[in-house]
């Protein structure tokens, strides 16, 4: 009796055992769960152009990939590379505020690894921060019979003043061509003595921002017609203008957007930014429209001119001085020189003013001097 209960129960425990060992075999021969163990979590960057480099521990993941997602406004700063079992991390300049970003891994049957990807704000610096109005210095420049008020000059100095080359200003005085010739250090002292009032009646502000853009307030000069609807030189030998003030930027001009011009201060000198989208946008507008970044870029290489170019800017190179309030920007014969070399072929082209050809007058000045400098006078608000 106790064999055959014996048999029974061993028959019926058959079928649990054979499950259980079934059960033990399948836990065995299951692949090991994968896993992505970057070395780092978070990675922060300064306001400059800059990459890191993370390394990942991939254990039994075949294949996974790597995007970015941002948290913000700004979008395509932050690229990513891989090498392997590496990702390298890279974020363009700052120019705005902190932002942040995440490198999100991804591979089958293993959770998102996030990687935190943050970059300090654009922190401007410069001396010259602040409001400016142009003021006026007295001066007496060669060739003149006394001091005047100028809020710009062209300070030469002539090989030979008494034998200064002339030009024909005729036009001035609506005389016939060839009939009044003037020394050329005369009209250049008349256009600084016409620029002046029409420069601080004009420009009511001009603000170095703490971002490292130009603001401005001006009023607008207005442009005086003659009956038969030609320009009236009464615009610039009694300039009148409008009242109201127009802002830069403004709301009301949407095609000249705030980053379009733009600052920055380097060794002493002082760098006029202006953005290559605003010129690439302003292309599109002619008669015929046309990229004009690239045909710029030639230029400056083919011309040797000593203009900045980068990714996002043209810079024009100044010199400036700054004692107290007075802040003069200046630009000196050398920095000229490549400029006039530019404009010397263009002498039959570009139209004349008031009757005399500027070209003309350009080259003129550089070829009799020794030494020229152009000059403007702010004060700090």
């Known amino acids: 009796m106790k064999n055959l209960f014996f048999k029974a129960a061993m028959f019926l425990a058959l079928p649990l055992m054979s499950l259980s060992f079934t059960s033990c075999s399948d836990d065995d021969d299951a692949p090991a769960a994968g896993v992505i163990t970057p070395d780092q979590t978070a990675l922060s960057f300064e306001q400059g152009a800059q990459s890191k480099v993370v390394t990942l521990a991939v254990q039994n993941v075949k294949e996974w990939k790597a995007e970015v997602n941002y948290k913000d406004a700004q979008v395509d700063w932050v690229s990513i590379e891989r090498n392997v079992n590496e990702l390298t991390v890279a974020v363009t300049e700052n120019k705005g505020e902190a932002r942040s970003a995440e490198v999100v891994i991804t591979a089958q049957d293993v959770a998102p690894v996030r990687i935190a990807v943050s ?21 007496q420049l060669p060739g003149a019979t006394s001091p005047m008020d100028y809020s710009f000059v062209l300070d030469c100095t002539w090989n030979d003043l008494e034998n200064a080359p002339t030009v024909d200003a005729g036009g001035i005085m609506g005389m016939p061509p060839g009939v009044f010739m003037l020394p050329v250090p005369s009209v250049l002292g008349m256009a600084m003595g016409f620029a002046t009032p029409i420069v601080q009646g004009t420009l009511v502000e001009l603000e ?16 005086q017609k003659k009956e038969d609807g030609s320009f009236d030189l009464a615009t610039i030998m009694n300039p009148q203008f409008k009242p109201e003030i127009s802002e830069y930027p403004s709301e009301a001009r949407p095609d000249l957007p705030a980053d379009a011009f733009g600052y920055y201060t380097e060794k002493g000198q002082l760098f006029f930014t202006i953005s290559k989208k605003f010129i690439t946008a302003a292309g599109q507008t002619l008669e015929q ?7 710029l870029e030639n230029l400056i290489t083919e011309m040797g ?8 800017y043209f810079a024009v190179p100044l010199k400036y001085t700054l004692s107290g309030k007075d802040l003069e920007i200046f630009v000196t014969r050398d920095m000229i020189a490549p400029f006039v070399e530019l404009l010397r072929p263009m002498q039959g082209t570009i139209p004349s003013f008031a009757g005399i050809n ?12 020794s030494d020229m400098n152009v000059r403007f006078f702010l004060e700090r608000i």
């Open 119 to 139: 970059q300090a704000a654009f922190v401007f610096e410069s001396e010259l921060i602040g409001k400016y109005r142009p003021v006026t210095r007295n001066m």
């Open 289 to 295: 429209p046309m990229d004009l970044v690239p045909v």
């Open 305 to 312: 001119l000593n203009i900045v170019s980068t990714n996002d």
């Open 358 to 369: 500027i070209v003309e007058l350009i080259t003129l000045t550089y070829d009799n001097t």
């Open 208 to 223: 170095l921002t703490d971002k490292g853009r130009i603001a401005a307030k001006a009023h607008e000069l207005v442009i």
